[in-house]
């Protein structure tokens, strides 16, 4: 050791442990605010939770779960549709596995009637958890829609060993009429029955008698998995794998996803220094959300 710091080394050594040192109190400092903000959506207090969370996402614009949150709150509070979507991209882009963020694109597409969209990401969560009820329930409902009846029985199959409702039964009947397994459909008419759903297995039955095969329900009528319940998003916000980064010399500088951008010229109020996320910062929450997503395009660091 005494020849160590008698040759200089060590003065080498400080830019190396500041650096480690700075790193470590920067993730930790961003991660703190984001269990603020999960701690705030337990409470309820959304307003709070949206602080914390864009806190967060201003000491490191690469924190998908923040993202993610931030599109969770503002789906709860009845934001835009394009504006909710926009927070799950950007989460599911940064951490291309992440689960949850495909799932609630899956839903919200879905919930939009943007099927070609809400299937892409229904099957990119299926390929994660290939066991995901959510994500086949929604994918049978769009198989009957495109006229894909076959791949609308064996979905409605998988949901069903998960949970028995009559929607899904009758979803699974009108498939079975669709491709003429009328024997797979008598038994969901009895089962409809059974279950004191007797207008449901009327229409199946009505569909069989006369060999015209129902249409599906429209998609409004169709009930969504249920959201998650207040408090729940801090399950959701596991820790995420960390992933090694690839090495893509070419992308450098390049950002993955620019959002939705607000159009901005010559002394437009966008192109003026971001205001920082606190206490005091009173914006609309379009304001916020416009302020984040030009932030993303202009200054977030892209992983790959």
């Known amino acids: 050791m005494k020849n160590f710091i008698a040759d200089g080394n060590v003065w080498k050594m400080v830019p190396v442990l500041w650096g480690c040192f700075a790193v470590s ?11 603020r903000g999960n701690q705030a959506y337990q409470e309820a207090n959304h307003k709070k939770a949206v602080q914390y969370y864009e806190k967060t996402i201003e000491l490191d614009p690469n924190h998908a779960q923040a993202y993610y949150a931030l ?8 934001a835009g549709f394009a504006d909710v979507a926009w927070f799950f991209k950007v989460a599911a882009d940064i951490t291309p596995d992440y689960l949850e963020a495909h799932d609630s694109l899956c839903k919200l597409y879905f919930q939009n009637n ?35 009846p076959q791949d609308a029985v064996l979905y409605f199959r998988e949901v069903l060993k998960k949970t028995q409702s009559p ?15 009328s024997a797979e459909a008598l038994d969901v008419i009895t ?19 006369t060999s015209s ?35 893509n010399p070419a992308a450098a500088g390049r950002i993955r996803l620019r959002g939705r951008l607000s159009a901005a010229g010559p002394g ?20 916020r959300i416009r302020d984040l997503q030009r932030r993303r395009g202009e200054t977030a660091v892209p992983r790959y």
């Open 25 to 35: 109190a920067y993730a930790q400092t961003a991660q703190e605010w984001f269990e």
């Open 191 to 209: 089962t409809l029955q059974g279950l004191g759903e007797s207008q449901l297995a009327s229409k199946l039955e009505n569909a069989l008698r």
């Open 71 to 78: 599109g969770t709150v503002y789906r709860d509070m009845n």
């Open 213 to 247: 095969p129902p249409s599906a329900p429209p998609l409004e009528a169709i009930a969504m998995p249920e959201r998650q319940e207040a408090g729940t998003i801090v399950e959701a916000m596991r820790p995420l794998p960390e992933q090694e980064p690839e090495p």
């Open 114 to 148: 943007d099927l070609s969209n809400a299937e892409a990401s229904c099957l990119k969560a299926l390929s994660l958890n290939p066991n995901l009820g959510s994500a086949q329930l929604m994918l049978a409902w769009m198989s009957l829609s495109k006229s894909r």
């Open 167 to 181: 929607m899904i039964y009758y979803g699974l009947g009108v498939a079975c009429i669709q491709t003429g397994n």
């Open 268 to 287: 437009n109020k966008e192109n003026e220094a971001p205001p920082v996320y606190g206490e005091d910062d009173t914006r609309s929450a379009v304001e």
